[in-house]
């Protein structure tokens, strides 16, 4: 099931309508009253935001979703008419997954969904530990701490974490991360990564230092 939040009646029915008839499931909402009181009912598997939207904003209406334990993980792409690299970084700040800005494409909307759902979607449960430091995490139950207190990610900041696990102390670059947590081509939008990278390290504290910036390449988890 997809969510679209948009007050623009005639892009909402679009939207709803081209996704249905791409074999997807979609409801729309006018505003995030209505966004809310369904989440009370049935959790989607993905959520397309509007950010200027009417009472409470679309950016508003992010962090709160990002602010609570059943929607913190919830993958989010921001639909919006703003496109400055400003909105941009307040919108993935805010820990949007993905930014589409408007006018754009059914079918280019129709890929992006689809590649954020591939990369949501459950894998086989991996039974697989991973600590550096004070911080460990649990594969399978998708489990963050910094000396054993939690840290709640979003999904892609989760999937970036184990990435750079996976690879501890090997260099990776913008255009490889993009790649294998995106799942597609940004065209070089590689602030994305930064802005990822940056809100990654707030979260996990002290143990954010562990996160490497190697200048005009990319990124490494830090070695013992």
């Known amino acids: 099931m997809i969510y679209c939040v948009e007050d623009d009646a005639g892009i909402r029915e679009l939207v709803v309508y081209t996704l249905q008839n791409t074999g997807m499931e979609a409801r729309g909402f006018a505003d995030g009253t209505a966004l809310f009181s369904a989440l009370r009912n049935e959790k989607p598997d993905l959520i ?19 602010s609570l334990p059943d929607t913190a993980a919830l993958p989010v ?6 496109n400055t690299e400003y909105d941009k970084v307040i919108g993935l ?6 930014y589409i800005a408007k006018p754009f494409g059914m079918m280019e909307l129709v890929s992006r969904v689809r590649a954020l759902l591939r990369r949501a979607a459950k894998p086989a449960a991996e039974d697989k530990l ?8 649990d594969v399978k139950r998708r489990a963050v701490t910094v000396d ?11 999937e970036l974490l184990c990435y750079l696990l996976e690879n501890r102390g090997v260099v990776l670059s913008r255009d490889q991360i993009l ?17 990822h990278i940056r809100t990654l390290r707030q979260k996990l504290g002290d143990a954010g230092a562990l996160i490497e910036t190697v200048r005009g390449v990319g990124y490494r988890l830090a070695q013992d």
């Open 93 to 98: 700040d805010s820990g949007a997954d993905d």
């Open 48 to 66: 397309l935001l509007d950010i200027m939207l009417p009472g409470e904003d679309g950016i508003s209406i992010l962090r709160r979703l990002r």
């Open 77 to 82: 792409i921001l639909l919006t008419a703003k």
């Open 130 to 137: 991973f600590t550096a430091g004070s911080l460990a995490v």
């Open 179 to 195: 790649t294998k947590i995106w799942d597609y081509n940004y065209s070089g939008e590689t602030r994305t990564v930064d802005v």
């Open 148 to 158: 054993g207190e939690p840290v709640i990610l979003t999904y892609k900041e989760f």
